[in-house]
């Protein structure tokens, strides 16, 4: 079969590159309104075809999957072509720009019995694979609380804001680590250099199990940082995706309390030992990501991070610009995944 890549800008060069090596594939397409950039790709990677026709793409009868990487607007109206013309979906995260378009797409993706993907990467990552294994064995023990931030000088997008940005990438990894999506979110935010796009905001989210976690998100800021940390009942873990070798850290480091045995007596007794790093396998998540995608299309099964799992990310995040514009927190139902 063929595959074919439609919006050729920021993420779509990354997408062809990984579908290019793909040895199952018998050719890889490239859709794009833009001459310059289809250009660009065919220098890049003479063996594509290019095209400025979506019709004769989604008319290709070679062509069996589709990976949508155009703007975030586009992907409810274009992904149902996508389906409707019975090719399988992969969509860059966030998979719509609305929850009620996720929805139509999962529906429609039902009816042609048609494999939906949504971008979620990080969920292919090492070290968010490796902190998803020492969470179900138990290793940090109860989880009290999360404190992440993704920040950096730009870019600036402009026709979102900085939460449908950068946030899929967070609440797509804190859903999938818990296993559990909020009943409760938060929001304040500002726009700073671009009247109506906020570009900086901070979430407050509360789980069904009580954790709460607190998300920072910035296009304004004066170093480059991708950190997440877990504070946990027995340890620690640190999770930071700039760092070159360690990106992943267990402090075991805590505070046993013991129960006051008379009126007024408490005591906290202050634990710290090692700081362990993991070795991490060396694979590309983006890889990993797409031959599961192709895998899927090829033996129908469900993808890990299908059509439910994007509208979770979509639902939470219109929570979270809704209460950015209303100053008032959202109440959600909360889901337990496990």
Known sequence: MKA????????????????????????????DLDAAKLAKIKERFPSVETTQDL?????????????????????GALGMKVLQAGKHLFVEKPLTSS????????????????????????????????????????????????????????????????????VPHDFSILFYWLGESPNYVQ???????????????????????????????????PSKLRRTALVGEKKMLVYDDTENVEKLKIYDQGVDYKDPESFGEYQLSYRTGDIVSPRLANTE???MEIEHFLECVRTGATPKCDGHSGL???????????????????QLEGQILR
């Not at 050729?8 to 040895?23: E, F, H, S």
């Not at 008319?59 to 586009?74: K, Q, W």
């Not at 009247?195 to 800021?221: H, Q, T, Y």
């Open 187 to 221: 929001a304040f935010g500002r726009d700073c250099i671009q009247k109506g796009i906020p570009d900086v905001a901070f979430l407050n989210l509360r789980f069904p199990s009580g954790i709460i976690a607190n998300i920072e998100v910035a296009w304004l800021a």
């Open 99 to 166: 929850a009620e378009e996720g929805r139509q797409l999962i529906a429609e993706a039902e009816r042609q019995n048609r494999v939906l993907m949504v971008g979620h990467t990080f969920e292919f990552s090492p070290p968010v694979l490796a902190a998803k294994e020492l969470l179900e064995a138990k290793e940090l023990g109860d989880i009290f609380f999360i404190s992440v931030m993704r920040v950096n000088l730009g870019l600036h997008q402009r026709d979102v804001s900085v939460i449908w940005d950068l």
């Open 312 to 330: 979770r990310v979509v639902e939470a995040l219109e929570a979270a610009e809704t209460s950015l514009r209303t100053g008032k927190p959202v």
């Open 285 to 287: 998540p983006l890889r």
């Open 4 to 31: 074919a890549v439609v919006g050729a800008g920021y993420w779509g060069p990354n997408l062809t590159r990984n579908l290019v090596a793909q040895r199952s594939l018998d050719g890889v397409v490239v859709c």
């Open 55 to 75: 019709d004769a793409v989604l008319g290709n009868p070679e062509i069996e999957a589709v990976l949508l990487a155009t703007p975030i607007s586009t992907h």
